[in-house]
């Protein structure tokens, strides 16, 4: 039965139309493919570090998950990851998913990449989204990624403008090329609007330790030290670990730039949202529900889909009016992002 059910998959799986929101670059996967009745979609979304509750990545990811339950009351199952786990406990996870019939399955984060790509094949009937990294690929796998060097170019350009001193901070959860794609970013648009400005760069943690992502005591102290030395806005791509850095320039008096999330506006962080000057919107929620409405719908595509400025997948924030005066300035480098004029770097 079992080899039955991958057959039948196997062959379910074919060439799809993109899914809304971002840009498909993958050459997708051949054949015409039958929608799927609400009522029988069963998803299941494996958390990165954080989970839910992180009011950040993982939470953006949730959104898009609580969109489609709202929309189309589909079953799902949410499973957490665990600090300081092994690739063999992700893969695990994945499997947990796979076998309990949930046939759309969403990894979130790139640590996920290394598993994934051990578990797709034996399971041709499930679709996977891998969200933030191509480095697994597959016929039933789709790549949901982001161009996050441009929404971060855009607040490095909000941060420079604001800043009374020309000293900016970043503060990156964990030192992994997806994150350098953030400070990299950031200080490209820093130096856009202000040639002379500088930022001083600290990462909490170095791989294999992915505890900088939810780690707001080490934001925090971060925070504290860049602030000490006469930063006077800290952006802050660190996951969890970010609620320390605007408890940090609370204390200080000082601002931070929040990350993934409108995190002016999420109630966990009431505290600290005056100080909250901006955040560069990843729209994880829009990915998520985009994938999962292709498979509803029979459109799944496999391969990379790119979701950047252009695409509307990366954006920036002016919740609370404190970049109101600056924000036909950002809107210029956006607009000169988004047809190609400026090409913001992602790499050092």
Known sequence: MRGLRLAAGALALGLGLTACGGSDTGSGSGGTQASTPASELKIGLAYDIGGRGDQSFNDSAARGLDKAKSEFGVDIKELEAAAGETGAQKEDRLRQLAEGGYTTVIAVGYAY????A????DYAEVKFALIDSTDAKGDNIENLVFAEQEGSFLVGVAAALKSTTGKLGFVGGVNTPLIQKFEVGFTAG????KPDATVEVKYLTQPPDFTGFNDPAKGETAANGMFDAGVDVVYAAAGGSGNGVFKAAKAKGKLGI?????QYNLPALADVKDVIMTSMI????????DFIVSVKDGKFTAGEKVYDLKAGGIDYSTSGGKIDDIKAQIDEYKTKISSGE???????
Request: hydrophobic fraction near 45%; charge should be positive; aromatic fraction near 4%.
């Open 342 to 348: 400026i090409k913001v770097p992602s790499t050092k």
């Open 113 to 116: 990449a290394e598993a994934l």
């Open 190 to 193: 820093a130096k856009a609007a």
């Open 258 to 262: 929040g990350v993934d999330s409108d």
């Open 118 to 121: 051990k578990v797709a094949p």
């Open 282 to 289: 990843k729209k994880v929620d829009t990915a998520v529900y």
